[in-house]
């Protein structure tokens, strides 16, 4: 009986059960799972998957930081100009920067050309001293 049992156990790896591994995220750990697993959990995955896109993420981070910034100030800023001519050096103080990226449009509502940051519309008198924020109607 003791020799059956031995067998049994030994069997287990060929029918597909527990295989001993080590995760693949670089902790080492060791653990019993499936033959294709490659990590403990999920949050070990987690972490792989996370330094991966934080490389390829890598060149574009000062880009995607400024597109923020822009975001974050024409929202504050909407809510002082909702429409009307503000001061552009304001949001040039705050950080706002006008070579970021943006998508130039030209709405019927302003008959001008206009640049677009999703949800804002924004454009700025010929002398670059004044600012007009606006949402467009969808």
């Known amino acids: 009986m003791e020799n059956r049992r031995i067998n049994e156990i030994e069997a287990i790896p060929k029918l597909g059960g527990p295989h001993l591994k080590i995760c693949e995220c670089g902790c080492e750990l060791k653990f ?3 033959l294709n697993q490659k990590y403990l959990n999920l949050d070990h995955k987690s972490k792989v998957n996370n330094q991966i896109r934080s490389e390829l993420n890598k060149p574009l981070k000062d880009a995607l930081h ?3 910034v822009n975001y974050r100030l024409l929202e504050k800023f909407y809510g002082i100009s909702n429409g009307k001519k503000i001061k552009f050096s304001q949001l040039l103080a705050s950080g706002f920067d006008l070579n970021s ?3 130039q449009v030209k709405l019927s509502e302003t008959e001008k050309p206009c640049r677009r940051l999703e949800d804002y519309v924004f454009y700025i008198s010929e002398d670059f001293t004044e600012i007009t924020i606006f949402k467009p109607k969808k």
Do not use: A
Request: charged fraction near 35%; aromatic fraction near 34%.
């Open 32 to 34: 019993f799972g499936r």
């Open 66 to 68: 400024q597109i923020k």
């Open 101 to 103: 990226y943006f998508k």
